[in-house]
C-alpha cells in the first residue's frame, strides 16, 4: 500500500462548512478594561461555542494590574454573564476558559514582552497554537506606540516558524493628520501593512457591509449612480443619546473625530466608490481611497462655507428634559466641543463632479437613524405641474442603515379618481425583516475575519490619513474660533447646518 | 429588540381563484389603521403532507416565518379518495417590531385536495407561487413524493427537502431519495444530513491541528454509535467520511447489533461499525482511531444532548478537549438551513450515493 498524505482540508471542502481559522493565540493588551469584557470575550466565547474557532486556541490577557490566570478567568466569567445577551453555558465557558491565560506587566518595560514570547512559545508547545499570534492593542491609545515598538523588540512581529502576526489597532487612528501619519509610521516600523488589522467596528455590522450588497448585485441602481441622474446625497449618523459618562473623552475628542473621521468616511467611501475588481481587501480598499483623495479639500478660511458645529443643551427627548452638553459629568461649563457637525463635500471625480455629499452626525438629536439618502434630479419636464401636484417631488432613494435597516423609495403615483392628480409614495423594503436572523455582533465578524486573515473590512493606513487630510482643516478653523452654536437636545442641530443646505435650495431630510 | 406577533386567517368558502386568492391576501395584510402590512418575502415553500400531521407542520412554519417570511403552500393531499374536492384556508403571520417598527407579513395557504386533482398538485401550486423567487419543496415527517406528483411539482421547484429521520425504514428511504435524485432531476436536501453538519464540521475540526493532519490518512477504524432514529444520520456521516477520505467500499455485513462496512483506502484497510444503542440521541458518538493507535479522535454528545465534546488521545494519553453548542436538531431550525440553500448539495449526493452502494453490499 502507498502512504499518501491526504490534504488537512479534504473534510471541509464544501460551503456548507464555515471557514475555521488556524489554530492561533490572541494577546489582548488592556486585557482588564472595558473593551475586553464587554465585547472581545463575549465575541470569543460566541465564536468558541458556535464551533467557529480552531480547537487549538488560547487567549492570553496583557495588563498592569496583578491577577492569576484564575482569578482573570473568574473576572472575566462575571462581566460575560452581565454583558452576554443570552445565557452562557457552563460547560462551553469552562472548556473555553481553560485556554485563556493571563500575564501581568507594564507595557512599557520589556520584560513584559519577553515573558510574553516565552509564554507564547509554552503555548505553542502545550496547547498546538502553532506559533501564529494576533496582538489586540485593547489598551488606551497612548500606549499603542509603546506596546508595537516593544513587540518589535522582542521579534514578536513575526509569527514563530513560520506563523502568522497580525496586529489590531482600535481607533481613534490618531487625533489630526499629523499624529495618524506619526501612529502609522510607528507601527509599520515593526509590522507590514498586511499584518496591520485597524477595526472600526462599524464596518463589522451586516448593515454596513449591505451597502455595497444593494450596490453592486442589483444591476438597476448602478447606472444612475451618478451625476447625471443624482442631485446630491445625505448622509446622516445620528445619535439620540447624549454622551453620558464619557465627558472626558468626548471634550478630547468630538462629533468630528468621534463620528465624522471614520464612520461616516467609511459610509460616504462606499456610497461613492467604484465598483472593486473583486470583493476582496486591496480592491475594496484601492476604490475607497480612490474616493477619499477626490473629496475637494478646503482651507481653514472656507470651513466656514463648508461646515457647521454646534452643541446640545437642555432640551427634550422623547418625553424626558435632558441636560445640555456642558451640564454633563466631566464637561466644563465654557467647553466649545461640538456634539453635531455638518459638512458638504464634494467628490470631484468623474462620477461625481459636481454632486454635493452633505454629511452630518449629532448628539441628542430626536432620533437614532443611520442613513443615505440619494436624492435624484426632477424630471427633465414637468408634464403634472400645477397645483394638484403640489405633493410630486423627485426620486428619493434611502439606503437605511439602522434602525430598520432597508430600502425605501419615493416615487409619483397617480392618485385614483378622475383628473390626472400625481402624489409621492414611499415604497419600502425592509431587508432587515426579510432576514430577521439573528446578527452577529460586529466583533465576532471582525475576530473572526482577523484569524482568518481577511482584512477587507478593517481600514488601511492611507484610509485614515485621507480621511484626516480632509477634516484637519475643520479640527483647526474650529479650535481656533471661539463659541458654538447650541441646539436644543431632542431637535436635528444648529441653524448653521440648515443654511448649507438652503442656500443650495434643499433642507435636511427628517430620517 | 420586541417583536410582536399575529396570526390572522380568513375562513374560505367553495372554491377560489387564484386572483381571489391573492386579493384575500392582500386583505389579511391590512392594519387596524388601513395601512397595508408590507409583505416581506424571500422564498415560496410549498409543503406535501397528510391532514394529521398538518397541524404540527404548520406550527413549524410559523415559528420559522420570522427567520424566513415567504410564501408557504400547504398542501394536504389525499389522492386515495374517489371523489375530487378542494378547499382554500388563507392565514398571514404578521410581526412588527418593536419602537413603532412596520408590519411585515407572511402568508400561507392552505390546499386541501383530495381524489384525482392530487396527482396534479403542480396545477394547484404553480399559479400560487410569488414569481421570481425560489421554490422549495418540503416533505416532512419522512415522507416521499409519490411517482406522479414528483414529476409535476419538479417542474415548478428548484429544490426538494426530505426528512430521513421521520421513516421507520430508513433503508428504504434512502435509497428512494437516491432515485429521487434521478427520477426528479431536481436538487435534493435531507434534514437528517442537515443535522450533520455540526458533526462534519467538528469532525474535520480534529485535523485541522498540522500534528494530526497526516493522521488523515492512517484512520483505520471508526465507530458511529447512534439512537433509535438516528440509522440514517450515521449511513450518512459513514458515506460522507468514506467518500471524502477516498475510501473504496469492499464489503458490508449486518451484525447482531449494527453492521460492519469495509473499506480500502490507498494506505490499509479500515472499518466503520455502525453501532445503536438506547440513546435517545439520533448521533451519539463518532469515534476515529488512525493507525496503531496513534491518535484517537472523538466526537460525542454531552449535556443532555445540547452540547458536543471532542476529545483526542494520543496512545492513553488525552491532549485535547474541549465542548461547544451542537445545534438545535429542531425541525424548524433544521429547515431554517435548508432554506439557505439553493442548487445541488454534491457532497450529499455523492454521500448519499455511496450509501446506496454500501446498502447494496449487506
Redesign the interface.
Known sequence: ??????P???????T???K?P??NAMVIFGASGDLTARKLVPALYDL????RL???FAVVGVSRLRMSHDEFREKLRGTLRKYHPTAI?D??W???SRNIFYLPGDFREAGTYWDLKSFLKRLDRER?T?GNRAFYLASSPSFVSTIVERLGEAGMNEGENGGWARLVVEKPFGWDLKSARDLNADIQRYFKERQIYRIDHYLGKETVQNIMALRFANSIFEPIWNRHYVDHVQITVAEDIGIGARGAFYEEAGAVRDIVQNHLMQVLCLTAMEPPVALEAESVREEKVKVLKAIRRFSEEEVGKFAARGQYARGWVWGEEVPGYREEEGVPPDSTTETYAALELFVDNWRWAGVPFYVRTGKRLPKRATEIAIQFKPTPHTLFAGAENRGLESNVLVVRIQ??EGVSMRIGAKVPGAGFRVRSVSM????G?????EVPEAYQRLLLDLMLGDPTLFIRADETEGAWEILDPVLRAWAESEGVSLYPAGSWGPEQAEKLLKRDGWEWRRP | MLVMEELRSVPVEGAMSAGQIERELARLRVNEDGIVGARASVLNLIVVTSEERAPRVTQTICELSGRYPSRVILVISDPDEEEANLEVGLSAFCRARGGGGRQVCAEQIMVHVEGPPADHLESLADPLLIPDLPVFLWYPNGELPHSPECGGMAAVADRLILDSGATPNCEAFLRSAANLLEDCVLAVGDLQWTALSPWRSLVADLFASPERAGALAKIRHAEVVHGSGGECQALLITGWLSNALGWRLESAKRMERGCLFRFASSSGEATVELAPNASAASLHRVRLVSENLAFQIQVSRHNEHTDARSTVMRGDKRISERTVHLGSSDVGVLLGEELKLLGRDETYESSLERVVKMLDLL
Open positions: 500500500m502507498v502512504d499518501t498524505q491526504l488537512a482540508d479534504v473534510l471541509r471542502d464544501e456548507r462548512l464555515p475555521v488556524e489554530p468558541a461555542a458556535g464551533r480552531p480547537m487549538e453555558s460547560n462551553v469552562e472548556s473555553f498546538g502553532e434602525p430598520e419600502d423594503l425592509l431587508y425583516t426579510a432576514f430577521l436572523e
